[in-house]
């Protein structure tokens, strides 16, 4: 049997029988670009092809970077953004509405099967979908923008097989942070990952996009999920369309994997990664006592409703510590509407949180609330480079939304279970 990367690039190339190294020419089923490395990147390459985009239909844009545009430079970036748009005939456009890997699937854009690019590192989020996704450089997507196709090496995959369900507490971030301490950063380097097993199947599909968007973090060129009912009701409900044979990519075949990793999520506990490297991750506890000054929540990992609604779990009646600055950056627009309706946003504001806006912000050093000279900060983001949230030499640690909430209220970094009583 085929891994689920090689039948989803068997369909996208029309070619069967393939093996890895093997290099096909796919046809692109959905390209995603934002206002930081698309139409102010492409635009100049298209003008010299004198090309228009192969297929406005296939093509969605999101401005989250450079959200909120507050000086000329960014101004002049969302304006030729939005003339592009407009010059190229392109509808689906979402204008400060999030951030793309997010806003993509809530307007139902993936769906299993298809063979999507993306121009942002983050793009392998779409493989939580049954689709085939994988971040592209700015050269590249001009390409596909001219001829809708790209070519691909067949990667070896990676298996992560997950057993038994995740303690009270621990979520699917938990989860990636161990897995990157196992195998790196550059452990997964072009290969699909695949997360497979009874773990992943009971995970929600906010929380199975956590893992397939820090497949980057391993390296890896996609991280897939095979779809399942609840991968078919999520896409239906966002109005998207399911295709019939959605069923053919059910593959979780353990025997076909180049590499197979066997994890048991009934031992994990609550992780926290050092800076500067989510490889640096250990069980929250090892960390205890450190004192830090900045709670973040944000970005496309860790600020999607469920991740709003852990937070708020962990912060009902209670209040940050004086010694921390809690900001919170819903990572839709969407999300952040059904989690004021739902009385979340009210909470988090009860126990002191700062909003910013639904966009990359702070993770991508964006904003005027990016962490100043030797500000500690732990942050639901994906990654914790040096100087990648602001100044060198702020350090910046890794957690889950549980984790990163309980620590606000301590004021030092702590194991949630301990705030909550489980632990």
Known sequence: MDTLAKALISRASGQSKLRVGDVVIC??????????????????ILDRLQRQVWDKDKIVVVTDHYVPADNAETQAIQALTKQWVQDQSIDKFYNEQGICHVVLPERGHLAPGLFCVG?????????????????????EMAGVLATGEIWIKIPETILMS?????????????MMLAMC??????????????????????????????????AAELGAQAGLIAPDEATVAFVQAAGGKVPANWRDFQIEAAESAENVMQFDAASLEPQIAAPHSPENADA???????????????????????????AAEVLKGRRIAKNVTLKVAPASL???????????????????????????GICAGYGDDRLVENQVCLSSTARNFKGRMGAPSSQVYLASPYTVAASAVTGKLSDPRQVMGGG
């Open 27 to 44: 046809a692109v089923d959905l390209a995603m670009i934002h206002d930081s490395g698309g139409p102010r990147r492409v635009k100049p």
């Open 119 to 139: 121009g942002d590192s983050h793009s392998p989020t779409g493989g939580a979908f049954g689709a085939y996704m994988f971040g592209i450089g700015a050269t």
């Open 162 to 174: 997950w057993r038994n369900q995740l303690s009270a507490y621990v979520t699917a971030k938990d």
């Open 181 to 214: 301490r196992k195998i790196g950063m550059g452990g997964g380097r072009y290969q699909a990952i695949q997360y497979a097993g009874e773990t992943i199947q009971a995970l929600s599909m906010q929380e199975r996009m956590t893992l397939s968007n820090m």
């Open 284 to 310: 929250a506890d090892a960390f205890r006592n450190i004192s830090f000054d900045v709670a973040y929540i944000g970005a496309c990992t860790g600020a999607k409703y469920v991740d709003l609604a852990a």
């Open 334 to 360: 969407r999300d952040q509407n059904r989690a004021a309706q739902d009385g979340i946003m009210q909470i988090l504001q009860d126990a002191g949180a700062e909003f910013l806006a639904n966009s990359c």
